[in-house]
């Protein structure tokens, strides 16, 4: 069974800029969670969906949003881009809400200039 | 919220036991975790405890948990060098709580 991808695997953008970050979750996983992964504060939580619907989130400001599609896969977007939101995006996913083991995928490195 | 605190480094021989030590604040995880970090990579899950086990064995890995100091522990007997990455420890609230991250660097 093929592990969660995303795409693209390295990007770079400018300030002011915004930018789409894709997930495909491992087949017949439903729920996917993203974390934003930077050397100052480590691995945070972005938010959690589940059948096309955002289900946690956590405290990033409203630049931040995603969505998920009904195949489960999902997208996030960062929009007004700032020198601070280079990091590592990790996408996670597991079967359903109430599982415990998630499983990462390989992160898009998002570099802004 | 809950704060999750490693040591940052450690360094072992080839052959020798790790181990990595874990701190946290918020009792209310149902599990704890242990992912593993290669350069350049996502994360890998390497094993996880209920929080109403004290120990939970998995080959080379042994999960330590003490409930009353808030204190997780994952040793890692025989420490090879492909065992040399970032080790994160977690904790699930209503979402994963990661701490600061051990590196550990094997030589030989």
């Known amino acids: 069974k093929a592990g969660v991808t995303q795409t693209p695997r390295y990007l770079i953008k400018t300030r002011g800029q915004q930018v789409t970050l894709s997930c495909s979750p491992i087949?017949?996983?439903?729920?996917v969670s993203w974390y934003q992964q930077t050397p100052g504060q480590g691995l945070q939580f972005l938010f959690e969906?589940?059948?096309?619907?955002?289900?946690n989130k956590g405290n990033f400001p409203g630049r931040f949003s995603g969505r998920q599609f009904s195949n489960s896969r999902s997208e996030m977007n960062v929009s007004t881009l700032e020198l601070g939101d280079s990091a590592l995006y990790l996408c996670?996913?597991?079967?359903?809400?109430?599982?415990?083991?998630?499983?990462f995928g390989p992160g898009t490195r998002l570099t802004v200039l | 919220g809950e704060d999750v605190e490693q040591s940052l480094f450690l360094s072992v021989r080839e052959g020798d036991s790790s181990v990595i030590n874990c701190t946290y604040t918020?009792?209310?995880?149902?599990?704890l975790y242990w992912y593993k970090q290669e350069p350049g990579a996502g994360l890998q899950l390497l094993t996880y405890?209920?929080?109403?086990?004290d120990m939970k064995q998995d080959q080379r890995l042994t999960v330590l948990l003490n409930k009353k100091d808030k204190h997780l522990s994952l040793r890692i007997a025989d420490t090879q060098t492909g065992d040399s990455a970032i080790y994160f420890c977690?904790?699930?609230?209503?979402?994963?709580?990661f701490g600061t991250g051990t590196r550990l660097q094997v030589f030989p």
């Open positions: 996670a996913s597991k079967p359903e809400l109430a599982d415990n083991e998630q499983f």
């Open positions: 087949s017949g996983h439903r729920s």
């Open positions: 969906y589940f059948s096309e619907t955002q289900r």
């Open positions: 918020d009792s209310s995880s149902t599990y």
């Open positions: 405890i209920f929080s109403n086990m």
């Open positions: 977690a904790g699930d609230t209503d979402k994963l709580i």
